[in-house]
């Protein structure tokens, strides 16, 4: 059944390490040395004691149909073996606890399929518009606030881009462009020339900002071509990364934050608080303290979206509020990010402290 070895995507390319995700449950958990856990061993897990009725494998596969399992061997080299409480599988790891409904939770919990005048673009804030340029993601994070996002109707072509720029050309209140997805630096660095060529003839537009995991899962996506779209253009270019733990930050990664700070796009971060992964002061420090190694600034660290699936990973307003304060308490500021939540309908998104 298995036969990749954990360290064979150094010579693949990115194209390559995208496609040969680990999709299949049951190879994740073999190469994780988790499929011989003893089911005492199960109980050690932090999240609940009623995801422990099944196996691993079988929540793994139910949890799965739903919203697939995807991790990409990079991402994989990072987690440790045999350890169920690792943040970083916990991040990835198909549980029964999604399967499980709380209220309040739901498919689209920031109404964004209201703000969604065309496809493939979201107006929600003033001067800011959110283009979904690639529906596809790197990696499945459970807590993921699209995981039930209509990506059908969301997946432009080059006439439908048109109708977007033309979008855009005629608003003259935007101001700044924002890259999401899913990924958009799953899409092609070509495609995202071309985008970019177009979005920087639009006089009013003079900021383009990419919201991305890409350069934390598959580090190797930050090629020369892709600093090339970036930096060849009179927009200014800021890339927000979605880091959430410290151990994410291997050297791979830094290597990959270091060109992009270099070619000088402005570097920052974005974080879901988590329940079980990073809700402690040690690692938010960490985090935020690695980050600045890596030329990075926090950004902001989100309040769990209320997406059908994710209540097992919510940190109560309360302790996250807590969090932040012990957390500038220990740092100087512009290491401390802003505790937010998204709020549907509000014109920002919501500071808690
Ligand atoms: C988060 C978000 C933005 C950007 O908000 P900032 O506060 O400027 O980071 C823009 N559009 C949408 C739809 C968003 O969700
Ligand atoms: S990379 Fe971002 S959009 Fe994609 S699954 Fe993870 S959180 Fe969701």
Not at 111 to 133: C, F
Request: charged share 20%.
């Amino acid at each position: 059944m298995i036969t990749r070895s954990v360290a064979s995507v150094d010579s693949l390319t990115w194209q390559e390490q995208l496609a040969g995700s680990i999709r299949d449950p049951k190879e994740l958990l073999h190469l994780l040395e988790l499929d011989s856990l003893e089911p005492d061993a199960l109980e050690l897990g932090t999240h609940g004691t009623e995801s422990l009725t099944k196996s691993l494998l079988g929540q793994a596969l139910s949890a799965s149909a739903d919203f697939q399992l995807r991790v990409p061997m990079a991402y994989l080299q990072r987690i440790k073996k045999g350890d169920l409480n690792d943040p970083l599988l916990l991040q990835v790891l198909p549980l029964e606890e999604e399967l499980t409904g709380a209220p309040g939770y739901t498919a689209d919990p920031l109404g964004e399929q209201a703000a969604n005048p065309i496809p493939g673009l979201i107006h929600k804030y003033h001067g800011r518009v959110l283009l979904i340029v690639s529906p596809n993601c790197a990696i499945n994070c459970r807590y993921c606030f699209r995981r039930h996002f209509s990506y059908q109707n969301n997946k432009p072509g080059r006439n439908e881009w048109q109708q977007a720029l033309d979008y855009i050309a005629t608003d003259h209140s935007i101001t700044e462009v924002i890259y999401s997805g899913g990924d958009p630096l799953a899409a092609s660095d070509r495609q995202l020339l071309w985008l970019t060529e177009q979005i920087a003839q639009i006089n009013h537009v003079k900021r383009l900002r990419v919201h991305t995991r890409l350069p934390i899962v598959i580090p190797d996506r930050i090629t020369d071509h892709c600093l090339q779209w970036l930096t060849s253009t009179d927009l200014l270019t800021t890339l927000v990364i979605h880091s959430n733990h410290p151990n994410e930050l291997d050297h791979h990664v830094g290597h990959a934050l270091k060109k992009l700070s270099n070619a000088g796009v402005t570097l920052l971060n974005q974080t879901v608080l988590l329940s079980g992964i990073n809700d402690s002061v040690e690692s938010l420090q960490a985090l935020s303290e690695k980050l600045f190694q890596l030329g990075v600034l926090p950004y902001y660290i989100h309040q769990l979206d209320k997406v059908k699936g994710a209540a097992h990973f919510e940190v109560p307003d309360q302790r996250a509020k807590q969090l932040i304060t012990k957390l500038m308490a220990q740092l100087p500021g512009y290491l401390v990010p802003k505790l937010v939540r998204e709020i549907p309908d509000h014109p920002n998104k919501v500071p808690l402290l």
